[in-house]
Nanobody
């Protein structure tokens, strides 16, 4: 199983970006998908999560500005980010709880490779 994130970049304050993360492999189902971020010199923190049924959860600092969504058929999670501020600058990681098949059926948590988001003032 692999998670491939894309969509990061450099944007001015007040701008928008959309991140995508596609899961691939022998996937049977995906429960929770989400986004985390790690600002420079800080620990990784939760940004937003979404269940297979569409229930969402956000860290307070992004509520009203970020929207997490997913396309279950495409095994992809998105993060639409608006009204970006320099405080949103971080490496953004996608995460997913995946039930998959290898030699056996198993469930595990997977991380994407991270995509850099830089917001200039």
């Amino acid at each position: 199983v692999q998670l491939q994130a894309s969509g990061g970049g450099l944007v001015q304050a007040g701008g928008s970006l959309r991140l995508s993360c596609a899961a691939s492999g022998n996937i049977l189902s995906i429960n929770i998908m989400g986004w985390y971020r790690q600002p420079p010199g800080k620990q990784r923190e939760l940004v937003a999560t979404i269940t297979s049924g569409g229930s969402t959860n956000y860290v307070d600092s992004v509520k009203g500005r970020f929207t997490v969504s997913r396309d279950n058929a495409k095994k992809t999670v998105y993060l639409q980010m608006t009204s970006l501020t320099p405080e949103d600058t971080a490496v953004y990681y996608c995460n997913a709880d995946v039930r998959y098949r290898s030699s056996i059926y198993a469930t595990a948590n997977f991380w994407g490779q991270g995509t850099q988001v830089t917001v200039s003032s």
